[in-house]
């Protein structure tokens, strides 16, 4: 196994493509600490896991929150002593056109999928293994790499996630830490869906047309599934690929080769 008794904290890890990278490194022989707002969601997928005889752990943390940081990491420690694997998955979205009202959205954007990451990074630092086998893998976006009017919030913030991953694999280097950003383009996940379900009704059109609409811009004309991500994830987090770092790798049928 890729990641026997290794233990790896994944944000977000109750839907969409943390609950399959969750799933693809516990299935790697990873011990998998999954965090996110909803513990509902969250221990049903730690359960599932358990009951497929591998180690899970469901921590319900806000990655806003300092203090539930804090005590997300302290339960860590208390129950596996070390952090190997660090994914900063969680993340929200949502259109924030500059002539709009409230920008309560923009705030929780870029707090979540940016400032959130910071926190929580800066605190699993501190019981990150410095074996050389340490990782962390950011899921910014190709939103990371162009733009799309009226999502300047979402793309703000994984930009910026780049320009944080860039900056730590410098910083940790001599700690034998890797730090990599992932950049998914269109995945089959609820926030596609929301996302696609939005922007057609700004569009004045129907749902099933944009998504052609979409595809019609990825080469290879479907939406990645969830486990394609995963299994990316696996692999940068594995020992094959300890050269890999400072990096902001595309995972996206082709959309952009930037």
Known sequence: ???????????????G????????????????????????????????LRAEGHEALAVAVDVRDPAGIRDCVHTIRER????????NNAGVSGMTPMDGEDDGLW???????????????????????????????????????FGVPGYAAYCASKHGLIGFTRALALELVS?????????PGWVDTEMSRAGIEQIAA???????SFKQQALAAVPIRRFLDPEEIARFAVYLASDKASGITGQALNICGGQTMV
């Open 1 to 15: 196994m890729e990641l026997s008794r290794r233990v790896a904290l994944v944000t977000g890890g109750g839907t």
């Open 17 to 48: 493509i943390g609950k399959a990278v969750a799933e693809a490194m516990a299935r790697e022989g990873a011990r998998v600490v999954l965090a996110a707002r909803d513990a509902r969601r969250l221990e049903a997928v730690a359960a599932e």
């Open 80 to 87: 596996w002593d070390h952090v190997h694997i660090l994914v």
């Open 107 to 145: 705030r929780a954007i870029v707090d979540t999928n940016l400032t959130g990451v910071y926190l929580l990074t800066k605190e699993v630092l501190g019981i990150m293994s410095d074996d050389g086998g340490g990782r962390i893998i950011n899921m910014s976006s190709v939103l990371g790499k």
């Open 175 to 183: 700690r034998g830490i890797t730090v990599n950003a992932l950049c």
């Open 202 to 208: 700004q569009q004045g059109t129907d749902p099933e």
